[in-house]
């Protein structure tokens, strides 16, 4: 895109000033893309870094060991008739962030303790982030063009009738910035249903936006809980490096993740993700505040228990840990052929997987369709 703008059009965009809300891959995305095309940009990002679900958590073993896990999504796909994204991946795999993971994966029946099926050639190909899956969002936040705001959430999104528009306010109320245009690459910033989870009503009023209003009202999601193990030892008897599980209530699928590359091979460090109907079962039971230190253990002995009944773990881990991911999947699309939801009037594009398909490559889809918006209607101006 870059390529195709004029000068002229191109010092258009570097007065214009956009606010990309959320530091996923699809935020992430919007934002280096915009910043390519000279529109100055400033990410905020409630978390303390980058990544949102492509978060990568460092740990602390009891003897004092650092463990990394890739605990969000363990990898992702992208189809070759999305160029765009495809052509994002290879210059991301040529800059040494990303990297093919060439495991063998398969599917594991706990009804039989059987292996079903071994993944085959000409699957899509797996790629990761290196040295971890948030490698990726942490690259394109540093963008030149790019300023990035962690631990800053947005609390509120005024629209004001003067030149420069958009006010935004954080959550303790202060105001962090005027802006032309606006980015929201969370449900949660836009949609009503996410106030039992966030506590607070979305920062952005849906009355300003009554065309769009209906899809944000409801956006189902699925829950997931990981569970974080390390082992000293290799667990022999598993010959694949990542398995979805049939058959099983509370276990979905397991990889191990210091075979990816650029990993630690100091433990071997597996990542169990569980079903969304045990995930459910457990939200009905605690509701979504934080959970106890009392209850992750429990989650955690339930999960590593399921794990150990597929007579596929011979070993004990020395770290074990659960988190829970109150809104790991959208279970609906919203924006199947426009990728995103756009107000031209308000320059308001929101973005992200929700919009496409629950996965990276959605993500990365609705983030280039967002920025793709701005800079039609920017340099239409
Ligand atoms: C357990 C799990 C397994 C998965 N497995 C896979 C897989 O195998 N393959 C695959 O392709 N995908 C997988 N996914 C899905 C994938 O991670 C997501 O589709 C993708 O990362 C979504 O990116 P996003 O930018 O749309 O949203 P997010 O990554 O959720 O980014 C949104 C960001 O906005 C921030 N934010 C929210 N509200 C505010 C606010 N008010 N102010 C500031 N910041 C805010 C959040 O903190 C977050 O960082 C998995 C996800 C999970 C959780």
Redesign the pocket.
């Known amino acids: 895109m870059a390529a195709t703008i004029s000068p002229a059009i191109r010092k258009q965009l570097s007065s214009m000033k956009v606010a990309v809300?959320?530091?996923?891959?699809?935020?992430?995305v919007c934002a280096s893309t915009l910043a390519k095309n000279g529109v100055s940009v400033t990410i905020?990002?409630?978390?303390r870094g980058?990544?949102?679900?492509?978060s990568q958590r460092r740990e602390i073993s009891e003897d004092g060991k650092e463990l990394m896990f890739d605990?969000?999504?363990?990898?992702?796909?992208v189809s070759n008739n999305n160029s765009d994204a495809m052509a994002l991946v290879h210059d991301w795999e040529s800059k040494g962030i990303v990297s093919e993971w060439k495991q063998v994966f398969g599917s594991f029946d706990f009804a039989s303790n059987k292996f079903l099926s071994i993944q085959q050639e000409g699957d899509a190909k797996k790629y990761v982030g290196v040295p971890g899956m948030n490698s990726i969002c942490k690259a394109l936040c540093n963008e030149s063009g790019v300023k990035s705001m962690f631990g800053?959430?947005?609390?509120k999104l005024e629209w004001l009738e003067e030149e420069i528009p958009w006010l935004l306010s954080d959550s303790k109320g202060e105001n962090v910035g005027r802006f032309d245009g606006v980015v929201a690459?969370?449900k949660?910033?836009v949609s009503p249903r996410f106030t039992q989870v966030?506590g607070r009503p979305p920062?952005l009023d849906l009355n300003l936006v009554t065309e769009l209003a209906s899809k944000l009202q409801h956006i189902p999601v699925l829950p997931?809980f990981?569970l974080m193990l390390a082992f000293k030892e290799p667990l022999s008897s598993i010959p694949l490096k990542g398995l979805s599980f049939k058959n099983s209530e509370i276990l979905s699928w397991a990889h191990c993740d210091s075979t990816k590359p650029g990993r630690s091979t100091d433990s071997e460090r597996w990542i169990l993700?569980s079903t969304p109907d045990y995930a459910n079962s457990v939200i009905a039971k605690t509701g979504l505040q934080k959970l106890s230190n009392e209850t992750l253990n429990k989650i955690s002995e339930e999960m590593f228990k399921e794990f150990q009944c597929s007579g596929l773990v011979s070993s004990l881990p020395f770290f074990k840990k659960a988190h829970r991911?109150g809104?790991?999947?959208p279970a609906t699309s919203i924006a199947v052929e426009e990728r995103c939801l756009w107000d031209r009037s308000r320059n308001l594009a929101i973005?992200?997987?929700?919009c496409v398909s629950?996965?990276?490559?959605?993500?990365i889809l609705?983030?280039l369709a967002a920025a793709s918006k701005l800079l039609q209607t920017s340099s239409c101006l």
């Open positions: 809300i959320g530091s996923g891959i699809s935020g992430a905020f990002e409630s978390g980058p990544g949102g679900r492509m605990h969000g999504a363990p990898f992702f796909s800053s959430g947005i609390a690459s969370d949660s910033i966030t920062p997931c990981a993700h991911w809104s790991a999947f973005c992200g997987d929700f629950p996965n990276v490559e959605g993500a609705s983030g």
